[in-house]
């Protein structure tokens, strides 16, 4: 594995990203997401939600996955 230098953290963060992904790369990130299903699968509730504002269903959302995670960690614990 090659070791590469950066002048700064920027380019070290750019160096990260794939501008032109090819069809490897989504197979690989498709297998990165079933592997995390498979360490902590979530299952989101069924049905159809209204919400007002996007920042409504982002907060839905959010507080959904916080109660995911504290349960996890719960049972971590016990």
Do not use: C
Not at 24 to 35: D, G, H, I, M, S
Not at 40 to 62: C, M, V
Request: hydrophobic residues 35%.
């Amino acid at each position: 594995m090659p070791v590469y230098k950066y002048k700064s953290f920027e380019g070290a963060d750019r160096a990260l990203w794939n501008f032109n992904p090819d069809e490897a790369y989504f197979k690989q990130v498709a297998e990165l997401w079933r592997f995390a299903n498979k360490l902590s699968p979530i299952t989101y509730p069924q049905g159809i939600f209204k919400f007002r504002t996007i920042e409504e269903a982002n907060r839905h959302r959010y507080e959904f996955e916080l109660a995911h995670a504290k349960g996890i960690k719960a049972k971590k614990k016990s």
